[in-house]
Every structure is written in structure tokens, then in C-alpha cells.
């Protein structure tokens, strides 16, 4: 056995970037596709740009078999290049030149889902980060930007469907019941965002007339007979051109844009120019098959991949050090669509529920980065929530700093100035500064700084002056990559409330206004705001709508909280008030659970929330308010380790408790909800659906009290409420009532991947004792596929979260993912190394999970051929 040393896998580094020494200004590719291979033949316009007149072409290449090559129609001999496992070498070349390869590939044998591969018939591609090197030889960074023309040739009866880049311009019959079709892409691009797809395709279309008149024809791909299935993706990119216009100004620049949903993918989209190819899960939809939360991830992701036409696609990065520049500021504008698209807070709430479970748990742990990473020994690694969702919180914090006539304005100077460029984030950072004259260089600390800031406040009143002053301290965790920190730019919006819950007006010393909110700018390690025109000691509400991706240390008592709940006029502050509340009432459960304590929940809270589910507000704020931050957002915050037993039995007690007192206004506010009406997905009636079923798996909480879930799962009349109750009657402790149920839903389900998705997840979340046999069992069940990654996630990944259940004190849980991780990373690495990533905040549990999760990593790392993707993961988990 030999193990790969840390020295064997070379890490790239941001500081080592320098600029191509070739470019590439045109690209003719032609694909024979077969059943057994598939020949790429590349010419590549290269001219060089390096002062060095003696540097070599370095084109990369991986798993490629190369026929032949040719420099300006002249075939080379091996001895005049030189060949790697990943670089194709040409010395004295000359300053501009035709290069020509032929390579066969083979993607029915590719299982890693990159480069180009086939899905149950469909020949797609994948080739962001660095996988169009698996096509042919070719300079595969993002900076270099070419136009492309692509001809695919392939069986006219089993591929009648050809699709790529940019405008069809020929489509000719061939000999042998082939048939070719050209494609013409008519802007630069990176290689990275080359697509290709070849099926029996069905499709849908629709148009898009643009504020300017044009008309756009946009078209949906999938397997035969599920087009209609793609309705409502179409209508959702219908949409989103129609919003980016009118916030952003930006048109789609094509004729056509294609949409094209895939069963095997790795990501969730990509946002190829022009063919933007799908996860199936996030355009595949209709009433009888799909829960509500899908259809908002497909309107969602949808829009993503198109507003990367212009923030990603028009504009890219110069390295992928810089992929925050594309990703964070794309997220943060598909976030500000689902708001304008009828979600609202509720769209805040889900996005810091997710932020605060997953990535301040990443900034906490070893793998912990800023939102532009110094370096990487595998890219697709750096795809995280963090440089994703942190990226997002980092430039809507541009918002209050400039104000939104500034950011509108930075945001049209950057498309101005940066078009067709591939640039940095300091660039972008530049056109927001320079757009309104502010200096923004402590703002970039958030680009290279990881970690979460913290930031502790404390209180003082003066009556005799009315005067109420903050004492605010920020810090940010040392880490071992930065152990000092520097003082970030934090824009922290407050108001003030009165005891009685009145928002206070007040005067920010400094301003001459009155103003129920202010906009703190927190810039120094200490620092005093002082609010005039107060007569009593308020409460302060705090970080109002999550204006920073920091955490607040305050000192709120019991009291204060309840009267932000119920009446702070910022409604993501009413949740959070009501989150913080909960995450005290758990810890303080667990402090007397280890006591052997009598357990209760505070009846003032419980009236609180009483009232709150009487109040007849917003369905889905209440829905919000009623769950209690999930165990993996707890975990983060418990101090010094995570006992996962004792923080899964609290918060089930405080569930059953809330159950039990609240069992009238719960069995009345379902009774109410539950109307039965026809399904539709606007988003008042998924709000009243999703209270309905918050209150409906309360209720189920409680001993004997099955019987609406049944009801509910026998009538529903749509999948959303069928799939709440099944939820809702696992909680039952038997067994075989359990177990029957389950068979129920899938022998009505089976023939809907989505659903069956489901189906694995919901056994794999769930809190009974044997829940890992039960996963063990479904890895052999007949529907369970190894080589279907959203398969993998529903299963795997769902018990992954299952805190309780992983992490069980037998080790047991461990060494069955430490298995799948060894099995998985054989074929496909993408999953593998995510699932990997479960294990790195390992040192933060109770010495024997540390032992037996040691023992793990270091089998992991023993494996002969790890990828690197999995290898990077397991090797600074054990280094941290």
C-alpha cells in the first residue's frame, strides 16, 4: 500500500497567479459521438502574448488519448511535444498559430459526472471548474476567452436532438443514418462554460419579449415524455428576464436560450452561455409530485443560472480564486428575486437558518476561508457555502454602506466598465467605490479575512440626559491560517423598543433626524453609539434583518426576548427573538438534564407563543416562529463541546412540551388551515400549507395523538400535504405502523425519482433508534442507485445530518459513512468529498467520538488512490 504524501498533492496558490503566456482566440470543435467512444477534434487559433519569446505551449489534458496533432495543418511527431498524465507540451512555437488534435474519449465509462458524460442516453457535459480538460487539450483557466463553433455528429434516430453554444447555423444529413449540426457562439467565453447535449429529446417553448422589443424564443429539453414537466421552470426563466431588466437593466443578449434538465448531475445547475443544463430536480414539476419548497428552489435556481449571463458569463473571473465575484454577488441577486417573487422575510429567514446551521459551522471548522480562499489543492473543494452565502451576505452589505442609489450605481459601472473581461473581486469592489467616491479598503478585509466576526454589545441609560448608549466590541476567532484579524467594516441596523413593545424614536448622536431604525457603522475593535431622546431604558433590537454575517453577544433576559417576539416591528427580528429564546431554553433543558433536574419549559414563553399562534399574522412568520433552530445550528453554538444525545433529547422535550401546552391553539389553527381547497403554489396558500403542517407534526408529537397525520395522509388532495403527514406519522413508535406506511407511499410513488428522493431522506432523518439499520438496509433496496448522486444526498447525506442518529457513541454511524466515502470516491469524487466534509468539525465532540472519528479519517487517508477532493478534506480535518 503506498500513501500519497502531502508533498504528492500540489496546492495552487492565489499569490502565484500570472497571465497566460497564450491566448486563444478562436475554437472549431467537432464530436462524433458512438456508442463505445467519442472522437473530439479541436482546432485552437492560439496566439502568444508572453515577452518571453521562448515559452512553451502548456495546454491541460486528463484522460485523454490523443491520435494526433497538428501545428498549422502539419502533423507533429511524438518527439516534438511532450505529453503528462495532465499537460500536453509544445516547445518553439510560433507567435500566432492553428493547433489541431483528434482524442478519443470515452463518456459511457465516465462515472465522475465531468467533462463530457452520458445520463441514461443523454451525452451531456459538465466543465466548471477545470473539466473541459477532459474533452481535449486546451488552456483551461477562466481567463482565457474565445469564440466557439461546434459540429456534433451522431446517430440521427437514437440522438435526433444536438444542441450547444449559441445560434444553430447548419444541420446536414449524413451517410449511415447520421446527422450533424453546427453551433455558433457569437461571444467570447472561458472554456468552462462550453456545453454539449445529444439525445431523444422532447422540449417545450415560450418567448420573452423584451422591454426593447426583442422577442427571445427560450426552449426546455428533457427525456422523453417529461417535457411538460419543465412548465414551470420556463415560466420561472420567463420571469427572471423580466426582473433583471427591470432592477439590473440587463437584457438577455441571444436570440434563443435553452434550458436542458439532466437525471445524473453532481451540481445543481451551471449556467453554460445560451444552454444552461439542470439537476432534473430543479426544473422537473407538477402539482401531483412536487412539495412547495420545490418549486420555490426551481424558481430559484432557475433564475441563478440566468442572471449568470451577466454576472458570471458577460462578466467572469479572472482565476477561480475569484469564483465569489460570479457566485456570491448571483446569489445574492436570486435571493432579492425569490423576495420580489412573494416570499419575502421568509426568504431572509431560510437563507440565515441555512447560514447559520452550515457555514458558520464552516468559517468554526478547519476548512474554515474567506469568500476569495489563498489556496486550493482541489477547486471544486472551494464551491461552498461560504464563498456561495457568505459571498451573497458580503455584498448585500454594500446596500446600507452606500445606500441603494450607490450600489445601483456601482453595480451599472461595473457591467460598464467590465464587460466582456474576466476580472477580480477587487475590481468590482473598485467600480463600487470609485462609483461613489467612498473608500472601501476595510471592506475588503471580508474578501480576505475567514472566520465569523463576533460582535459583543453592552448597554447603558442616562436619564438625566435621555440618552441610551451601545458599547460595542468586535473580534473575529483566531485561525490557523490567520491568527490575527484585522476590524471589518459591519454595517449593524438597530431600533429600540419600549418595554410596552412601541418602537422608539430616536436620534443617532451624530444625525439629525429621528428614526425608529439606525444603520451602525461598526468599524473599530471599540466603539460607543449614543441614541438621544430616550426617557426609559429600551430593548434594543439588534442586527435587524440580518444586516451582517456576524454573530451578536448580548445579554437579553427572558423578558425582553418575548417582547421582541411579539412585537418588534422587524419581522426577521421577531424570529430571531424567538430562536434565541428556544436556543436558551435547550441549553438551560441540557444543564438540568445532566443534573437529573426536573425538566420544564417556561410557561411565559409558552404563552408567548400561544398568542403568537393566535395572532392571525403572517402564516408562514408564524410557522417560522414555531420551530426551534435545528440541532446542527444549536451544535455550533454549544460551548466547550457538542454533546449531540443530550441536545437531541432537549430540544425533542421542548417540542413535546410546546405540543402539549399549545395542543388547543395547534388542533384549532390546523382545523382552520386545513381547507382542502385545489392545490396552488402562490405564496399565501403555500404559507397556510406550511403552518398547517407545522401545527399537524406537533400534534403528532404527542403520545397516541396519530390520527389527523393519518387522516391528512390518506386525503390529501396534493403531494405537499401527503408528504407532511407521512413525517408527521413517523413519529409513531410503532414500528411496524411505521414500516407499512412507508411501503403505502412507495408503491404509489415509485415510478417519480423526486419523490423516491424523499421517500429515502424521510427514513434516513428519522429519530428512532434504529434508524442507521434502516439506512444500511436501504442502501440494498432495489431503488437505491450508487451512480445517481441526488440519490446519494437523499440517503447518505440526509443521515449525515441526522445529528443524533451519526453521531451516535457507538461509532457505528462513522464507519458506515467512512465506508461510503471509500466506495464513492472510486467513482465519483463530488460526493464523496462532500460527504467527508462531516467529519471535520470532529475536535469539537467529547473525547471518544474524537478517537473513534480519528480512527476513520486516518482509514480514509490509508486508501491507495484517494482523489484529491476527498484527500484534501481528510488531510486538514486530521492536520487542524
Not at 402562490?682 to 395523538?705: A, F, G, H, M
Request: aromatic share 10%; with cysteine; hydrophobic share 40%.
Amino acid at each position: 500500500m503506498s500513501l500519497q504524501t502531502t508533498e504528492a498533492r500540489k496546492a495552487t496558490y492565489l499569490k502565484d497567479y500570472r497571465k497566460p503566456d497564450f491566448v486563444i482566440k478562436k475554437v472549431e470543435l467537432q464530436f462524433e459521438l458512438a456508442e463505445d467512444c467519442t472522437l473530439v477534434t479541436a482546432k485552437l487559433h492560439i496566439k502568444k502574448t508572453a515577452t518571453n519569446n521562448n515559452a512553451s505551449l502548456v495546454l491541460d489534458g486528463k484522460k485523454l488519448q490523443l491520435l494526433w496533432l497538428k501545428l498549422e495543418d502539419k502533423q507533429l511527431t511524438q518527439d516534438a511535444y511532450n505529453l503528462t498524465d495532465t499537460t500536453l507540451i509544445i516547445k518553439d512555437v510560433p507567435e500566432e498559430f492553428t493547433l489541431e488534435s483528434l482524442c478519443k474519449i470515452f463518456p459511457h465509462n465516465n462515472t465522475a459526472l465531468v467533462g463530457l458524460y452520458k445520463s441514461r442516453g443523454i451525452f451531456c457535459t459538465q466543465c466548471e471548474a477545470t473539466s473541459f480538460s477532459f474533452i481535449t487539450y486546451y488552456l483551461d483557466r477562466p481567463d482565457v476567452m474565445a469564440k466557439f463553433t461546434t459540429t456534433i455528429i451522431a446517430d440521427k434516430t437514437k440522438y435526433p436532438v444536438l444542441l450547444s453554444n449559441g445560434n444553430k447555423i447548419s444541420e446536414t444529413k449524413l451517410a449511415n443514418n447520421k446527422h450533424s449540426v453546427t453551433w455558433e457562439d457569437p461571444f467570447d467565453k472561458p472554456c468552462y462554460l462550453f456545453a454539449l447535449v445529444a439525445g431523444d429529446l422532447d422540449f417545450i417553448e415560450a418567448v420573452h419579449r423584451t422591454k426593447s422589443g426583442r422577442d427571445i424564443k427560450l426552449l426546455a429539453y428533457a427525456n422523453k415524455g417529461k417535457a411538460q414537466k419543465c412548465e414551470y421552470a420556463l415560466k420561472s426563466l420567463q420571469r427572471a428576464m423580466a426582473w433583471d431588466e427591470k432592477v439590473y437593466a440587463r437584457e438577455c443578449d441571444l436570440d434563443m436560450f435553452m434550458i436542458v434538465a439532466i437525471s445524473d448531475f453532481n451540481m445543481g445547475a451551471m449556467e453554460n452561455k445560451g444552454l444552461n443544463i439542470f439537476n432534473s430536480k430543479y426544473i422537473f414539476a407538477n402539482a401531483n409530485n412536487n412539495l412547495d419548497t420545490d418549486y420555490q428552489n426551481i424558481e430559484a435556481v432557475v433564475a441563478h443560472e440566468y442572471f449568470h449571463n451577466w454576472t458570471g458569463n458577460r462578466i467572469t473571473c479572472r482565476d477561480w480564486f475569484q469564483l465569489t465575484l460570479k457566485e456570491g454577488l448571483t446569489v445574492f441577486r436570486d435571493q432579492e428575486f425569490s423576495t420580489d417573487m412573494g416570499q419575502g422575510v421568509l426568504k431572509r429567514i431560510a437563507d440565515v437558518r441555512a447560514l447559520r446551521s452550515s457555514q458558520f459551522t464552516e468559517d468554526a471548522g478547519p476548512m474554515t476561508h474567506p469568500i476569495q480562499p489563498k489556496s486550493y489543492i482541489e477547486m471544486n473543494n472551494f464551491y461552498t457555502i461560504t464563498v456561495y452565502e457568505k459571498g451573497a451576505e458580503v455584498i448585500r452589505m454594500l446596500q446600507p454602506i452606500l445606500g441603494k442609489d450607490g450600489f445601483d450605481a456601482g453595480i451599472q459601472l461595473y457591467f460598464k466598465r467590465h464587460d466582456g473581461m474576466a476580472v477580480t473581486c477587487q475590481d468590482f469592489v473598485n467600480a463600487m467605490s470609485d462609483a461613489n467616491n467612498i473608500d472601501l479598503s476595510q471592506f475588503m478585509l471580508w474578501y480576505s479575512q475567514d472566520s465569523t466576526p463576533h460582535i459583543a454589545i453592552k448597554d447603558s441609560f442616562d436619564e438625566t440626559t435621555s440618552t441610551y448608549s451601545l458599547q460595542i466590541t468586535q473580534y473575529c476567532p483566531a485561525s490557523k491560517a490567520q491568527p490575527i484579524k484585522q476590524p471589518f467594516h459591519i454595517p449593524l441596523k438597530v431600533g429600540l423598543l419600549d418595554t410596552q413593545g412601541n418602537c422608539l424614536q430616536t436620534v443617532l448622536h451624530g444625525e439629525d433626524t429621528k428614526s425608529t431604525s439606525h444603520m451602525l457603522h461598526v468599524k473599530q475593535r471599540n466603539q460607543e453609539f449614543v441614541f438621544h431622546g430616550v426617557t426609559k431604558k429600551p430593548i434594543p433590537s439588534l442586527l435587524q434583518n440580518f444586516s451582517a454575517p456576524v454573530k451578536i453577544i448580548y445579554q437579553y433576559n427572558q423578558q425582553q426576548l418575548i417582547t421582541l417576539m411579539l412585537h418588534d416591528a422587524d419581522k426577521f427580528n421577531k424570529w430571531n427573538a424567538s430562536c434565541q429564546l428556544a436556543k436558551t431554553i435547550i441549553f438551560d433543558l441540557i444543564v438540568d438534564m445532566r443534573k437529573d433536574k426536573d425538566l420544564s419549559v417556561p410557561a411565559e414563553y409558552l404563552t408567548a407563543m400561544a398568542e403568537i399562534l393566535q395572532s392571525n399574522e403572517d402564516f408562514g412568520l408564524i410557522a417560522e416562529m414555531l420551530m426551534p433552530p435545528s440541532e446542527q445550528s444549536l451544535a455550533e453554538d454549544m460551548e466547550p463541546l457538542i454533546l449531540p444525545k443530550e441536545l437531541h433529547r432537549a430540544r425533542e422535550f421542548f417540542m413535546l412540551e410546546m405540543a402539549l401546552s399549545l395542543q388547543n391553539n395547534l388542533e384549532e389553527t390546523y382545523n382552520k388551515l386545513n381547507t382542502n381547497k385545489p392545490y396552488s403554489v402562490n405564496p399565501q396558500d403555500i404559507y397556510q400549507r406550511k403552518l398547517k403542517n407545522t401545527c399537524l407534526y406537533y400534534l403528532s408529537l404527542i403520545p397516541d395523538n396519530n390520527e389527523l397525520s393519518v387522516l391528512q395522509l390518506k386525503n390529501a388532495n396534493n403531494i405537499n400535504d401527503q408528504i407532511a403527514a407521512l413525517r408527521a406519522t413517523l413519529n409513531s413508535h410503532n414500528a411496524q405502523e411505521r414500516s407499512e406506511r412507508l411501503q403505502q407511499c412507495y408503491d404509489k410513488w415509485h415510478t417519480d425519482e423526486q419523490l423516491i428522493d424523499t421517500w429515502f431522506a424521510i427514513q434516513a432523518n428519522n429519530k428512532h433508534n434504529n434508524c442507521l439499520r434502516e439506512v444500511q438496509a436501504l442502501i440494498n433496496h432495489p431503488a437505491f442507485n450508487y451512480k445517481t448522486p441526488n440519490r446519494l444526498y437523499a440517503l447518505i447525506g440526509s443521515f449525515i445530518n441526522n445529528l443524533a442518529k451519526f453521531h451516535d457513541i457507538s461509532g457505528q454511524g462513522y464507519t458506515f459513512v467512512a465506508d461510503q466515502i471509500i466506495k464513492i470516491d472510486k467513482f465519483n469524487p463530488a460526493p464523496a468529498s462532500r460527504f467527508a466534509r462531516a467529519f471535520l468539525n470532529w475536535q469539537r465532540f467529547g473525547p471518544i467520538r474524537q478517537e473513534l472519528i480519528e480512527t476513520e479519517l486516518q482509514r480514509i487517508l490509508a486508501i491507495n488512490d484517494l482523489s484529491d477532493e476527498v484527500y484534501e478534506i481528510v488531510k486538514t480535518a486530521l492536520d487542524c
